[in-house]
């Protein structure tokens, strides 16, 4: 497991429910829906703070998770994939999200397919 990774600051899923100002059933759809990633974490599903800005799933995550899951890559390969630095993308693929650099990540998935 990568430093990032076990480095990242982790919302609890009722800690993410009220910081994204939600009820624990409709948590639970964003992560059905893909809007979110939980793993489980010390013992527990947990998501990184790092996926929610400004009280929303931070944007762009959604399509790339689908994208992830389209190649093949599992929950925890995605997550460790997010948090981890990435040579062509220079930062995590969770901080290019940060800066709006959707289409970088995007096209970094799919190196990862071939």
């Known amino acids: ?3 990032q990774y076990s480095t990242t ?3 609890s899923l009722p800690e993410a ?6 009820s624990s059933g409709r948590l639970h759809r964003l992560l059905e829906d893909r809007y ?4 489980k974490h010390e ?5 990184p703070k790092l996926f ?23 929950d925890h390969e995605a997550m460790e ?3 981890s630095e990435d040579e062509v993308l220079g930062v995590t693929p969770t901080q290019a999200l ?17």
């Open 52 to 74: 929610i800005k400004n009280g929303e799933p931070l944007a762009g995550l959604r399509g790339t998770l689908t994208l992830l899951s389209d190649h093949g890559v599992v």
């Open 1 to 3: 497991m990568s430093t």
């Open 98 to 114: 940060h800066e709006g650099r959707k289409s970088s990540v995007r096209r970094s998935v799919q190196l990862l397919a071939i």
């Open 43 to 47: 013992g527990a599903l947990r998501v």
């Open 36 to 39: 979110l990633l939980a793993v």
């Open 17 to 22: 429910a009220k910081e994204l100002g939600v």
């Open 9 to 11: 600051e982790w919302f």
């Open 81 to 83: 994939w997010l948090l």
